[in-house]
């Protein structure tokens, strides 16, 4: 969605008038919104009062939306009328016109300059059509105001009611397409107003239609939804228009406009008679707008060149030019012939203008015009025609050098670069050098790298050659390696650093590495040698020199080698310098020691026995190794460099080597410092070992400093290791007193207790104790020492506070049990507790601390049958522990753990113990609920007992769980021992369901709730009546909806009334009425019924009636409805009462379709048609409803009924076009001889379509045919008629269908129709389709049926139209005829047939007259001597004297004369003398007449051409004594006159000669012989004093 806006007023018609504007047409107003921003429609003018009630259908506006155009229609006194609204948004004003559709265009007019706005509209008034063209606005400065044009547009007769319906204005070709409703196209030229064309293109209404821009023309839509289109054919129209509209002005001015071709000759003769009269203006006007430039062409040119100039005028040739640049732009012919005489008047400025306004048309050799007098305006000519070479010249010789790559590369043009180059070098090296990087700018090079180089160096510019080939080089393609050999070279001879430069940028990877490495060695480069060297034997003698190289260069030089290269470099360094070359070694292997193997590097600096450098190279990187291997060659080559504090600290950090091959190293290694031996001991636990070593190494004090300074952790391994080695007490006593490091105690006793030495222990542990000591472990030893000792220990477990109880009472479970339970239960050791006792059988003990210990986990795990002691635990439960406790909360969490256990009988026997035995728990609530529940689950038996023993309890409690265990009759009983009667009832109810004992315990207790509980019951066991009888005991009306079901379907009427009026009495429900109500109607109290619904109330009396009515108590219904007044219901079911009248009347009140419907089947099925037909009326109106009634009038066969009904009907106000329709459907269907009256009266208001269906179904083809007609579908109305003409076909309908259809091949089967079915009516069909029909494809077809004859004043009335097959067709039958007369007046008026075939034809014609006529037809063709010929045979001796004078051949009148000489025919011999006077040669006759004895009939002959000669002598005699005269005369005129010659001047220029009489232009023949020739023919006069040239002979 683009945008949305809300308007004050229903929108009737919108439509684009742009790209981004909507046009919206209100009642009132018309408005533009426009599509950009947030703008809001915008009113343009309010609408004018004559378009009110109009339907809009178009609005336009002009091309610079200055002018708007609405376009409505409106029926109007039978027709239809428009009316449009024309306003003008600069004046703001309006003006009505009458018109139906209109457009408007932009063009230019004749010789205007600037278009012109024109507006064109056609209207079709009572008085006609009409076209009107005009121009709205004040004309365009400068422009000849538009003559306003108005034209009559022919509307067939066929088409009266035609209208125009759509216009549409082709700019492209300015011609008007004007649609009307009727499918007829008119196209119009729009600045003449002349029809060009007419034809109908669509059967249907076209209802949108718009210009179509890719053909000129317009495409639109018609009611079928056809898309068609119609366009100007520019190949044919012009021929069209000059030679059949015969308009060759219109021809020539559309042929300009368009540039169309097909009037190039009378372009041609307008130029040639325009040019012969001198009129040299006109004539360039022609030749310029001649359509595709066929006149412009150097002839023309060198005609105007010849035309002289007269003094003070321009000379035609510049008006020529002149026009040409109005015009347009000049071709290449007329551009040189132009600016030629303008460069030699130095008038260059012309030029420069004319360029830049692209007046011409430039070529090379108007740019070599040009450049002979400026090069730069030159160059912009070559550049316009596009002549590279000569562009590129003219760039160089002006020394825009960076300007020939541009333009080859834009042009596509390669000159030769290095021919360029070479010229730039040797004028302006820098120049030079710019212009060679412009040739490398691409990827691909304009020319040869190689051959810029060697200019280059020609040069010896070995600076800018670098620079270059830097660039040129940058792309580092592979095949320009010689190239970068190249460079490199020259500079690591001229200049190493440059070269140093370049290879330190890497810009380059293709050049010859073996060759530029040896050169950068010469050259001292040993980084860039060994970067380009591959043989490891140069590198060795490189890589030594390190002082000449960049240590840190180097050591990442070492990573581009192979490993084996990489050892083998470094082998070489350590030989040739090991202590210049050890650092940067080192370096090497630190760096590379993953790639190179660390064994290896570590191996190659054993074998140079250079430790230092192996120290110095494992310390870079053992602490980034897990190698075991390098930790321990790191240990070896430090001690060996004497590096202790390192040993120290990688036997301390690293965890990597292997401590037992280390520690042997240490030992062996007899160092001065035992430390790094004592850290690694220490470290892997080595620790007995190192006190061995140690001790029989006389080391002691590295005893001491171990364990008081390294790790006093370590004093009790080093406590075993020296009672191991049998080392005095006294000594382990003060070395254990000496220590005051952190140690584990409980090692320390264990290594002793081990030994079976823990007294040793005794002082020491006393006197942490007294020192303070809570450690466990202290406390630990001394109870094991308390224990073993029997020193009062049972009193120490009691009171000591730090010991664990854990390991202490593990420690007694073999010497003293009592004693581990002791500490057992101090450290609440419940597993080890139980353990003890159940290994020892102390359950008493056991049981006490269970009961104290409260914890439910504890029980459960006792408790648990896999316990084989539980039996003796829980007698020891109930007999002791419970008894000599006095908390409750110790009982409460046995007891739970009791029936978490799921021990029931254990249970009952603990709580019997507690509630019955007279206990300080008796009492208690919850006990006595426990133990009833406890029954419940376990002995049901005991339940009773309980229940009626114990008073303290929760009663309602207890009852629901024991009816949840089905203990229904114990529920009851503590329900009834504590009046819980409700209860108590529902009980006997739910769970005992014993409704008589439920009944007795309601009597009994006789409570309204309890009687409300007993009548649901009953209610829900079906006992409907009883339950109706304990509600109203109850007097509980609450659950009516129930009790109205139930007795609804039980079918319980009588007693639901009861009920119900209990219920009415208490609440004044509508429910309860309205079924109150119902149970009247169901119980056929009418009269109880009536007075109800007659009193207040509040029942739904609607709704009881309908259940009434479907339950077909009608008679209740009857009532109900008519207490509510639905009069459709109460219709309804008057009908199923059979009171059909009554029913009417009913229907007629509530006046519904339905009731109407309902009411009306019913009567139908009654029978009770009269009234059926009533209520039949009030239904057919209404269109949706006819369909159904029909049905069910014909689905029971009452068709007479039916259309009875529908013939009532037509006379409605209200009747509608269904109506009529269905009513047509039924005549074809039962009575066919009504049909064609009903349409004939009705066609208008039927549904055609469908009653052209049922028609057709029903053979009824004269109405089919009349259908097809109206609906204006007259192509399928003549295939009927044809189909079926014994009974559809009418002469005069047919004739007037048949013309109106829009296939024309229905022409032609009706013209087969008529020769089979009316033979002699053809021809007054073919006077209709005469100006339809293809008058060839006609003549064809009955040519090839053979009906010709019949056909014959078809043949003459088309004739005029001089169609060669009509003139043949024609001809034939005159010939069949033996019409002589008819035949030669047909070939003398109409000349388009085959002459010579006709002839031909002829000449075997066994009449004379029809061989005359071929003979005739010969001479027409020019074929004298056959004409001749064939006169000879026949003997028609006039006819061959007039066909040979006419030939103009002196050979054949001559045979004539022989022929006739041959033959004896003298009378003809004299005769053709006179005829053919002019081709006789005198001296041939003269002895023709003498060797045939007639000079009597050859003297007249004789006589007259010694006359001529005579004549001819004298003259000349006259015309040489004029001569003389005029020779012998002074000569007094100038020799050159004022003005010109004739034959300079040209035509028109002087006198013009006076035109000779006709007898002249014979040839000077004499008046007497004239009288018998046939006067001569007018000639067309092709120019000024044409015919002068003959009295020159």
């Known amino acids: 969605r683009m945008k949305a806006h809300t308007m004050n007023e229903d929108v009737c018609f919108w439509s684009w008038i742009s790209v981004n504007t909507v046009a919206l047409v209100t009642e009132t107003a018309v408005y533009h919104w426009s599509m950009e921003g947030d703008s809001l429609p915008e009113k343009m003018f309010d609408r004018h009062a004559t378009l009110n009630g109009c339907q809009i259908i178009n609005y336009r506006v002009d091309p610079t939306m200055k002018w708007l155009l609405l376009v409505g229609i409106a029926a109007q006194q039978n027709r239809v009328v428009g009316a449009m609204q024309l306003y003008s948004t600069e004046r703001k004003v309006s003006q009505p016109i009458e018109g139906h559709a209109a457009a408007f265009t932009s063009m230019k007019v004749g010789d205007n300059q600037q278009p012109s706005t024109l507006f064109s509209f056609g209207v079709r008034n009572a008085s006609g059509g009409k076209l009107h063209i005009i121009e709205v606005g004040s004309p365009v400065q400068g422009n000849q105001p538009f003559q306003k044009k108005a034209v009559d547009v022919f509307f067939p007769p066929e088409a009266q009611n035609d209208f125009p319906v759509a216009m549409q204005i082709s700019e492209k070709h300015g011609l008007i397409y004007l649609i009307t409703k009727y499918g007829y196209v008119h196209m119009y030229d729009t600045e003449t107003g002349t029809c060009i064309y007419m034809n109908r293109i669509s059967s249907d209404t076209i209802f949108v239609t718009a210009a179509h821009e890719a053909s000129g023309g317009i495409i639109g839509v018609n009611r079928k939804g056809q898309v068609l289109s119609v366009?100007?054919?520019?190949?044919?129209?012009?021929?069209?228009?000059?030679?059949?509209?015969?308009?060759?002005?219109?021809?020539?001015?559309?042929?300009?406009?368009?540039?169309?071709?097909?009037?190039?000759?009378?372009?041609?003769?307008?130029?040639?008679?325009?040019?012969?009269?001198?009129?040299?203006?006109?004539?360039?006007?022609?030749?310029?707008?001649?359509?595709?430039?066929?006149?412009?062409?150097?002839?023309?040119?060198?005609?105007?060149?010849?035309?002289?100039?007269?003094?003070?005028?321009?000379?035609?040739?510049?008006?020529?030019?002149?026009?040409?640049?109005?015009?347009?732009?000049?071709?290449?012919?007329?551009?040189?012939?132009?600016?030629?005489?303008?460069?030699?008047?130095?008038?260059?400025?012309?030029?420069?203008?004319?360029?830049?306004?692209?007046?011409?048309?430039?070529?090379?050799?108007?740019?070599?015009?040009?450049?002979?007098?400026?090069?730069?305006?030159?160059?912009?000519?070559?550049?316009?025609?596009?002549?590279?070479?000569?562009?590129?010249?003219?760039?160089?010789?002006?020394?825009?050098?960076?300007?020939?790559?541009?333009?080859?590369?834009?042009?596509?043009?390669?000159?030769?670069?290095?021919?360029?180059?070479?010229?730039?070098?040797?004028?302006?090296?820098?120049?030079?050098?710019?212009?060679?990087?412009?040739?490398?700018?691409?990827?691909?090079?304009?020319?040869?790298?190689?051959?810029?180089?060697?200019?280059?160096?020609?040069?010896?510019?070995?600076?800018?050659?670098?620079?270059?080939?830097?660039?040129?080089?940058?792309?580092?393609?592979?095949?320009?390696?010689?190239?970068?050999?190249?460079?490199?070279?020259?500079?690591?001879?001229?200049?190493?650093?440059?070269?140093?430069?370049i290879l330190g940028k890497h810009m380059f990877t293709h050049f010859d590495q073996a060759h530029v490495a040896q050169l950068c060695e010469n050259a001292g480069l040993l980084q860039r040698a060994l970067e380009l060297y591959t043989d490891i034997y140069d590198i060795k003698?490189?890589?030594?020199?390190?002082?000449?190289?960049?240590?840190?260069?180097?050591?990442?030089?070492?990573?581009?080698?192979?490993?084996?290269?990489?050892?083998?470099?470094?082998?070489?360094?350590?030989?040739?310098?090991?202590?210049?070359?050890?650092?940067?070694?080192?370096?090497?292997?630190?760096?590379?020691?993953?790639?190179?193997?660390?064994?290896?590097?570590?191996?190659?600096?054993?074998?140079?026995?250079?430790?230092?450098?192996?120290?110095?190279?494992?310390?870079?990187?053992?602490?980034?190794?897990?190698?075991?291997?390098?930790?321990?060659?790191?240990?070896?080559?430090?001690?060996?460099t004497g590096q202790i504090k390192e040993v120290e600290r990688i036997c301390r950090e690293s965890n990597c080597y292997d401590p037992e091959s280390v520690k042997n190293f240490l030992k062996d290694a007899k160092l001065t410092d035992q430390l790094p031996l004592i850290i690694v001991c220490d470290r892997f636990d080595f620790v007995h070992d190192l006190v061995l070593y140690l001790y029989r190494n006389n080391l002691q004090k590295y005893i001491e400093i171990y364990v008081q300074k390294v790790n006093p952790g370590r004093l009790p391994v080093v406590v075993g290791g020296l009672l191991d080695v049998d080392c005095g007490e006294d000594i382990i006593k003060s070395l254990i007193m000496s220590v005051r490091g952190q140690f584990d105690t409980n090692e320390l006793v264990a290594e002793v207790e081990k030994r079976n030495r823990l007294k040793l222990l005794l002082p020491w542990l006393e006197a942490r104790i007294h020192d303070g000591s809570t450690e466990s472990a202290t406390h630990n030893a001394l109870a094991k020492i308390y224990i073993d000792s029997n020193n009062n220990p049972e009193r120490f477990l009691r009171e000591n506070q730090y010991y664990d109880s854990l390991v202490v009472g593990k420690y007694c479970e073999k010497r003293d049990p009592h004693l581990a339970c002791v500490s057992y239960e101090r450290g609440l050791c419940d597993d080890e507790l139980i353990k003890v006792c159940n290994e020892n059988s102390l359950f008493k003990s056991q049981a006490r601390y269970l009961v104290k210990r409260r914890e439910p986990d504890l029980w459960a795990k006792v408790l648990t049958e896999e316990n084989e002691y539980r039996r003796q635990l829980i007698d020891q439960v109930v007999q002791t522990a419970l008894s000599e406790t006095q908390d409750a909360d110790d009982v409460s969490v046995t007891v739970k753990a009791f029936m978490t256990a799921n021990l029931p009988n254990e249970l009952i026997e603990l709580l019997e113990k507690i509630v019955?035995?007279?206990?300080?728990?008796?009492?208690?609530?919850?006990?006595?609920?426990?133990?009833?529940?406890?029954?419940?689950?376990?002995?049901?038996?005991?339940?009773?007992?309980?229940?009626?023993?114990?008073?303290?309890?929760?009663?309602?409690?207890?009852?629901?769980?024991?009816?949840?265990?089905?203990?229904?009759?114990?529920?009851?009983?503590?329900?009834?021992?504590?009046?819980?009667?409700?209860?108590?009832?529902?009980?006997?109810?739910?769970?005992?369901?014993?409704?008589?004992?439920?009944?007795?315990?309601?009597?009994?207790?006789?409570?309204?709730?309890?009687?409300?509980?007993?009548?649901?019951?009953?209610?829900?066991?079906?006992?409907?009546?009883?339950?109706?009888?304990?509600?109203?005991?109850?007097?509980?009306?609450?659950?009516?909806?129930?009790?109205?079901?139930?007795?609804?379907?039980?079918?319980?009427?009588?007693?639901?009334?009861?009920?119900?009026?209990?219920?009415?009495?208490?609440?004044?429900?509508?429910?309860?009425?309205?079924?109150?109500?119902?149970?009247?109607?169901?119980?056929?109290?009418?009269?109880?019924?009536?007075?109800?619904?007659?009193?207040?109330?509040?029942?739904?009396?609607?709704?009881?009636?309908?259940?009434?009515?479907?339950?077909?108590?009608?008679?209740?219904?009857?009532?109900?409805?008519?207490?509510?007044?639905?009069?459709?219901?109460?219709?309804?079911?008057?009908?199923?009462?059979?009171?059909?009248?009554?029913?009417?009347?009913?229907?007629?009140?509530?006046?519904?379709?339905?009731?109407?419907?309902?009411?009306?089947?019913?009567?139908?099925?009654?029978?009770?048609?009269?009234?059926?037909?009533?209520?039949?009326?009030?239904?057919?109106?209404?269109?949706d409803e006819l369909e159904e009634l029909i049905n069910y009038y014909q689905d029971r066969g009452y068709f007479e009924e039916l259309m009875t009904l529908l013939e009532a009907a037509l006379g409605l106000e209200r009747a509608h076009m269904g109506m009529f329709t269905e009513l047509a459907i039924l005549y074809s269907k039962y009575k066919p001889s009504k049909m064609r009256e009903h349409l004939e009266l009705f066609w208008s208001r039927v549904n055609i379509p469908k009653v052209l269906r049922a028609a057709e179904q029903a053979h009824l083809w004269p109405e089919l045919v009349f259908l097809y007609d109206k609906y204006e579908e007259f192509d399928n109305a003549i295939l009927t008629m044809m189909a079926h003409p014994v009974e559809s076909w009418r002469e005069s309908m047919f004739k007037d269908i048949i013309t109106k259809v829009a296939n024309i091949e229905l022409y032609y089967k009706g013209l087969q129709f008529y020769?089979?079915?009316?033979?002699?009516?053809?021809?007054?069909?073919?006077?209709?389709?005469?100006?339809?029909?293809?008058?060839?494809?006609?003549?064809?077809?009955?040519?090839?049926?053979?009906?010709?004859?019949?056909?014959?004043?078809?043949?003459?009335?088309?004739?005029?139209?001089?169609?060669?097959?009509?003139?043949?067709?024609?001809?034939?039958?005159?010939?069949?005829?033996?019409?002589?007369?008819?035949?030669?007046?047909?070939?003398?008026?109409?000349?388009?047939?085959?002459?010579?075939?006709?002839?031909?034809?002829?000449?075997?014609?066994?009449?004379?007259?029809?061989?005359?006529?071929?003979?005739?037809?010969?001479?027409?063709?020019?074929?004298?001597?056959?004409?001749?010929?064939?006169?000879?045979?026949?003997?028609?001796?006039?006819?061959?004297?007039?066909?040979?004078?006419?030939?103009?051949?002196?050979?054949?009148?001559?045979?004539?004369?022989?022929?006739?000489?041959?033959?004896?025919?003298?009378?003809?011999?004299?005769?053709?003398?006179?005829?053919?006077?002019?081709?006789?040669?005198?001296?041939?006759?003269?002895?023709?007449?003498?060797?045939?004895?007639?000079?009597?009939?050859?003297?007249?002959?004789?006589?007259?051409?010694?006359?001529?000669?005579?004549?001819?002598?004298?003259?000349?005699?006259?015309?040489?004594?004029?001569?003389?005269?005029?020779?012998?005369?002074?000569?007094?005129?100038?020799?050159?006159?004022?003005?010109?010659?004739?034959?300079?001047?040209?035509?028109?220029?002087?006198?013009?000669?006076?035109?000779?009489?006709?007898?002249?232009?014979?040839?000077?023949?004499?008046?007497?012989?004239?009288?018998?020739?046939?006067?001569?023919?007018?000639?067309?006069?092709?120019?000024?004093?044409?015919?002068?040239?003959?009295?020159?002979?």
């Open 916 to 1183: 019955l035995d007279n206990s300080v728990f008796s009492d208690h609530r919850n006990l006595q609920n426990l133990l009833i529940l406890t029954a419940i689950k376990a002995d049901r038996t005991r339940v009773m007992e309980y229940i009626n023993r114990l008073d303290n309890y929760d009663a309602p409690d207890i009852a629901n769980i024991a009816i949840t265990n089905e203990l229904y009759e114990e529920a009851f009983a503590i329900f009834k021992k504590f009046e819980v009667n409700t209860s108590a009832i529902q009980v006997l109810i739910e769970n005992v369901q014993n409704l008589d004992r439920a009944y007795e315990f309601a009597e009994r207790c006789n409570e309204p709730s309890v009687w409300s509980l007993l009548a649901k019951a009953q209610l829900d066991g079906l006992l409907v009546k009883e339950a109706i009888d304990s509600y109203i005991k109850a007097e509980d009306p609450s659950t009516y909806m129930d009790v109205v079901d139930a007795a609804g379907k039980s079918g319980n009427y009588e007693d639901l009334v009861r009920y119900l009026q209990m219920a009415r009495k208490n609440a004044r429900d509508p429910y309860v009425e309205t079924e109150l109500v119902y149970a009247y109607a169901k119980t056929n109290r009418l009269a109880e019924l009536e007075e109800f619904v007659s009193g207040p109330n509040h029942a739904q009396i609607q709704q009881v009636g309908d259940r009434c009515y479907d339950d077909k108590l009608y008679e209740a219904a009857k009532l109900l409805y008519n207490n509510v007044s639905n009069f459709a219901r109460l219709a309804s079911t008057l009908v199923h009462l059979g009171e059909y009248q009554a029913a009417v009347d009913g229907a007629r009140k509530a006046n519904s379709n339905r009731t109407w419907k309902e009411v009306c089947f019913a009567c139908i099925d009654g029978q009770e048609f009269r009234l059926a037909q009533m209520c039949g009326l009030h239904i057919v109106v209404h269109a």
């Open 541 to 640: 003698r490189a890589v030594v020199h390190t002082h000449m190289l960049n240590a840190e260069w180097l050591v990442t030089y070492f990573g581009s080698l192979s490993v084996e290269d990489s050892m083998e470099c470094l082998k070489a360094m350590l030989q040739a310098n090991l202590r210049q070359n050890l650092q940067v070694c080192v370096q090497i292997a630190t760096k590379y020691h993953e790639q190179l193997s660390t064994e290896a590097l570590i191996d190659l600096f054993e074998g140079f026995k250079c430790f230092e450098g192996l120290f110095y190279f494992l310390a870079s990187i053992v602490n980034f190794s897990q190698d075991t291997e390098v930790h321990f060659k790191y240990i070896q080559a430090a001690c060996k």
């Open 231 to 501: 366009s100007m054919d520019a190949d044919n129209i012009i021929p069209y228009i000059t030679n059949v509209l015969q308009n060759p002005d219109l021809a020539l001015k559309i042929s300009v406009r368009c540039n169309l071709g097909g009037a190039e000759d009378l372009f041609v003769r307008k130029f040639t008679n325009l040019f012969n009269q001198g009129n040299f203006s006109e004539a360039a006007k022609v030749a310029a707008n001649a359509p595709k430039g066929i006149l412009r062409t150097p002839q023309t040119i060198q005609k105007f060149q010849q035309v002289p100039t007269q003094p003070g005028s321009t000379p035609p040739l510049l008006q020529y030019f002149g026009i040409l640049l109005e015009q347009g732009q000049l071709n290449k012919f007329e551009s040189l012939e132009l600016c030629r005489p303008v460069l030699q008047q130095g008038r260059k400025q012309l030029l420069e203008k004319w360029l830049k306004e692209e007046k011409l048309e430039c070529s090379e050799e108007l740019g070599d015009l040009v450049k002979q007098v400026d090069p730069t305006m030159a160059l912009s000519v070559y550049l316009r025609a596009n002549v590279p070479h000569k562009v590129v010249q003219c760039f160089a010789e002006t020394g825009q050098y960076q300007k020939i790559v541009l333009y080859s590369k834009k042009v596509n043009y390669q000159p030769d670069y290095i021919f360029l180059l070479r010229g730039i070098m040797r004028m302006n090296p820098e120049q030079g050098s710019q212009f060679a990087k412009l040739l490398i700018e691409d990827d691909e090079p304009l020319a040869e790298l190689n051959l810029v180089v060697d200019v280059f160096m020609e040069a010896n510019m070995v600076q800018q050659c670098t620079a270059f080939l830097l660039d040129a080089l940058k792309n580092n393609r592979e095949s320009e390696g010689p190239l970068q050999t190249r460079l490199l070279e020259m500079n690591l001879m001229s200049a190493p650093q440059v070269a140093d430069a």
């Open 1315 to 1593: 020769l089979d079915y009316k033979p002699m009516l053809l021809n007054d069909l073919l006077v209709v389709l005469t100006p339809r029909l293809d008058h060839t494809r006609a003549v064809n077809y009955f040519m090839k049926v053979n009906q010709l004859h019949i056909v014959k004043p078809y043949l003459r009335s088309v004739q005029n139209n001089n169609n060669k097959t009509v003139n043949e067709a024609l001809n034939n039958v005159l010939i069949e005829e033996e019409d002589y007369n008819g035949l030669r007046t047909s070939v003398d008026a109409y000349d388009n047939l085959d002459n010579v075939a006709l002839a031909q034809k002829l000449e075997k014609h066994e009449l004379l007259e029809f061989r005359r006529i071929a003979a005739y037809l010969y001479k027409g063709n020019n074929r004298w001597a056959q004409s001749v010929e064939l006169c000879k045979k026949d003997k028609l001796f006039k006819d061959a004297m007039q066909y040979t004078s006419e030939s103009r051949k002196q050979e054949l009148a001559e045979s004539l004369i022989a022929w006739f000489l041959e033959n004896d025919y003298y009378e003809c011999f004299g005769s053709c003398l006179f005829v053919c006077y002019d081709l006789l040669r005198p001296d041939v006759i003269l002895e023709l007449s003498w060797r045939h004895n007639l000079l009597d009939y050859a003297m007249p002959f004789l006589i007259q051409v010694m006359r001529e000669y005579i004549t001819k002598v004298d003259k000349l005699a006259v015309s040489e004594e004029e001569r003389k005269v005029e020779e012998s005369s002074p000569d007094t005129q100038p020799i050159v006159f004022d003005k010109q010659l004739m034959i300079t001047a040209g035509p028109g220029m002087g006198i013009a000669p006076t035109p000779q009489p006709p007898q002249q232009m014979m040839g000077g023949m004499g008046a007497g012989m004239m009288m018998n020739m046939p006067p001569p023919q007018p000639q067309a006069p092709f120019g000024v004093g044409y015919g002068g040239g003959f009295n020159s002979m």
